[in-house]
């Protein structure tokens, strides 16, 4: 592969990945591209985890693609449809054909003087090369290569199993095993009534309370659209609805936190046995999306605690023991498999080294210009999705905004684009949450500005609307040139 060139390189082969092939193939007809995968399989987070009972918070018609909508009834599927669903499509629309597996990109280097990229990848025993004119980053912000732990005093001298749920072991038995589940988060949500259902018992141990939330496996409303109506209707129409519904209940919980407050305890209350103690196990301290919702389909965890099947243990770890873990509040919690749900690690544009004319790039120095490219750095783009809808969405208009970036250049005769630092100093983190993975994530990931175009609003609408809409491709915020020697304002963008 050294020495070959293509217009694109695509790095990563799951849900953004395969939407940008999706765009490029449509509407950059004449635009040559690959896509570098490190994993041997398309899916992307989907192929990783392979955890008990592991499915999305959000629902098929939002986490499908636009131009291949979920059409089934079922809206909260698990990991193996989900990873099917992009398999399938990178099949159906011959994507497949342009996936490089087992190639896991090192770094990247940009020449201003030859306007390419020159991308470094690992094939095996092999480091091959391949120049692109535009670089775009579909690999997420999770570190594949290890979640998070903490320091736990005594880990060593636990005789059971401890598994990470990123790692999950093939051989992993739980059948009649006392199991506790460390966290509270989604995968710990997720990981318990699965568990529950062959375990002896499950303990979700939290240090401190998620807010939770129940909804059908399979909605209702989409149910009956795709039962009375033909999918031409259907499609569009339930996934509107439930773009609808998502913007509208982030927006009354964010302007009216106590009003929320008292709508997901009464749905606790319904869920929950009489005189559970809704206060200690199930009411943060924060305000509802501080942090990321909780979705239970179907009531599954509820159901597993009033059943008897699982519980609920809110404290702090003193230490492991050789039979389990010992809680400050002098309680102690038997196990034979210790699950440490605790949180991923999260990495900037797949975790590549980027280089513009011999000047590394600091991504955590950069300024993300309308949240998909970086200060200073040419031709490049990336793809997060939402803190608070459904993460193809994002992916989808951002893929569709590269198109139209790579057309107008092409029109114009521009090989450049390089965004520009913003004057206002101020700096913000890119997701707004207080959850840990996101804090952590700060230190890695680039940051927004104080106003547009450096600012990223989790707002899908606005975004369609305004921020990436085919009109605001050249703005103050970028600069367009043709292909000549490095400037110094570029250079010093990076620095």
């Not at 698990?78 to 099917?84: P, Y």
Request: charged residues 20%.
């Amino acid at each position: 592969m050294s020495g070959e060139h293509v217009d694109v390189v695509i790095i990563g082969a799951g849900l953004s990945g395969i939407g940008a092939a999706y765009h490029l193939q449509k509407y950059c007809k004449d635009t040559s591209f690959t896509i570098l995968e490190g994993r041997e399989a398309i899916g992307g987070t989907w192929d990783l985890f392979r955890y008990p009972g592991i499915r999305s918070d959000s629902d098929m018609a939002t986490l499908g693609y636009s131009f291949r909508p979920w059409d089934k009834a079922q809206s909260i599927v698990g990991g193996a449809e989900i990873r099917k669903y992009a398999q399938d499509t990178a099949a159906e629309y011959g994507i497949d054909r342009h996936v490089r597996f087992g190639h896991q990109v090192l770094g990247a280097q940009w020449s201003t003087r030859d306007a390419r990229w020159t991308v470094r990848a690992r094939h095996g025993a092999d480091i091959v090369e391949i120049t692109c004119s535009f670089l775009y980053a579909c690999a997420g912000y999770y570190d594949y290569a290890e979640g998070y732990t903490p320091d736990f005093p005594g880990l060593d001298s636990f005789r059971g199993r401890v598994v990470h749920p990123q790692h999950w072991p093939a051989d992993l038995d739980h059948t009649g095993k006392k199991v506790v589940v460390i966290g509270s988060g989604a995968t710990a949500v997720t990981l318990v009534p699965s568990m529950a259902q062959t375990a002896g018992h499950v303990t979700m141990l939290q240090r401190s309370p998620t807010y939770m939330a129940t909804r059908p496996g399979t909605a209702p409303f989409s149910a009956k659209a795709r039962r009375l109506l033909p999918a031409a209707l259907a499609n569009p129409l339930v996934r509107w609805r439930s773009i609808a519904t998502s913007a509208y209940t982030y927006q009354v919980a964010r302007r009216r936190p106590d009003k929320t407050k008292a709508l997901l305890r009464k749905g606790l209350e319904a869920q929950l046995p009489a005189g559970y103690d809704i206060d200690t196990h199930f009411t943060p301290r924060y305000n509802p999306w501080d942090q990321r919702l909780c979705l239970v389909p179907d009531g599954d965890m509820f159901a597993a605690i009033r059943e008897g099947r699982a519980s609920i243990v809110t404290d702090r770890i003193e230490r492991f023991t050789e039979a389990g873990i010992a809680l400050q509040s002098g309680e102690r919690l038997d196990a034979d498999i210790v699950v440490t749900a605790t949180g991923l690690n999260m990495r900037a544009v797949g975790g590549i080294d980027l280089v513009v004319d011999d000047t590394p790039v600091n991504v955590p120095d950069t300024v993300a210009y309308k949240g998909m490219m970086l200060s200073g750095v040419p031709n490049f783009a990336f793809t997060i999705g939402y803190v608070n809808s459904s993460w193809t969405l994002r992916a989808d208009l951002v893929a569709r905004y590269v198109t139209h970036l790579l057309n107008h250049m092409r029109r114009r005769g521009e090989a450049i684009c390089t965004p520009l630092r913003p004057d206002d100093p101020e700096r913000a983190p890119l997701f707004g949450l207080t959850a840990g993975y996101a804090t952590r994530g700060d230190a890695v990931m680039p940051k927004q500005g104080g106003s547009a175009p450096w600012q990223l609003h989790h707002n899908y609408v606005r975004e369609l609307l305004v921020t990436l809409r085919r009109s605001a491709v050249r703005d103050s915020g970028v600069r367009f040139s043709k292909v000549g020697a490095p400037r110094a304002d570029a250079v010093s963008a990076v620095v």
